[in-house]
């Protein structure tokens, strides 16, 4: 009689099955809970129970995330919900990494048409010609201990942080952009805060500028002379 016929490898195998199908059963419970509270915080705007989402989230959002459009919610709402949970998950994180490890992309859509700065390998250089929000907004950022790149794509944001190798990163651009964003940053290990513009599309697109400087201050102390935190944002 060979070992698969014996009763202790049959009685194992039925435990592993029934293990199996136990905790299946347990994580699809798991995740209709959690999209119905997801479901719920994005009806109602607030987040409910953010100690069982947030963890929750971190072990089932693929399937979370199944449920919720099952449950008819729309595309643009889920991941504008998924973006301010994940920006919640990582503001601790984030406000515990120095200012020195952190870096800002900046969307080059941001720019006026007439914009006068050259692409180089680093992304777009500002001449602070005063034709956009973007150059004082990038001062800003500088002068708080900022690294500020103004990219034309993923591409850049990849090879600059291959180069600079930031711990936590500040992601601007339209929804999906951050999202991927932030997605890109969690397989890297990198601490991502997303800002959604408040306009979209290709050219003079306009960012949240107060949400970039809120979450730029995280973790730091108010910095002297930085006069208007609200910004210039529209
Ligand atoms: S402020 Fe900077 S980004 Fe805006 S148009 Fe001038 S050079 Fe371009």
Redesign the pocket.
């Known amino acids: 009689m060979s070992i698969l016929d014996s009763g202790a490898w049959v009685s194992m195998m039925t435990l592993i099955g029934e293990i199996t199908f136990f905790l299946i059963v347990g994580m699809v419970l798991a995740a209709v809970a959690l999209a119905i509270i997801a479901t719920a915080s994005i009806t109602h705007g607030k987040f409910y129970l953010p100690r069982i989402l947030i963890p929750g989230m971190v072990l089932l959002e693929g399937l979370v995330k199944a449920i919720c459009k099952l449950l008819g919610l729309d595309d643009k709402d889920l991941i504008t919900f998924f973006i301010t949970l994940r920006n919640t998950m990582n503001t601790k994180a984030f406000a515990g990494t120095p200012v020195e490890q952190r870096a800002v992309f900046l969307p080059q859509c941001l ?2 048409a ?4 050259h692409l180089t390998p680093e992304g ?1 250089k ?7 929000t ?2 004082e907004n990038v001062a800003w950022l500088e002068g708080i201990g900022y690294r500020v790149f ?1 990219v034309p794509g993923s591409t850049f944001i990849k090879r600059m942080v291959k180069k600079y190798r930031p711990k936590a990163i500040i992601g601007v651009g339209c929804l999906m952009e951050v999202k991927d964003g932030i997605d890109m940053s969690d397989r890297i290990g990198i601490t991502a805060i997303g800002v959604v513009n408040f306009k979209d599309g290709c050219v003079e697109t306009v960012a949240d500028w107060a949400g970039v400087r809120d979450a730029a201050l995280l973790g730091i102390e108010h910095p002297s002379g930085a006069v208007d935190f609200h910004g210039p944002a529209e």
């Open positions: 720019r006026s007439e914009c006068p700065a777009l500002c001449r602070h010609c005063g034709r956009c973007v150059g103004i």
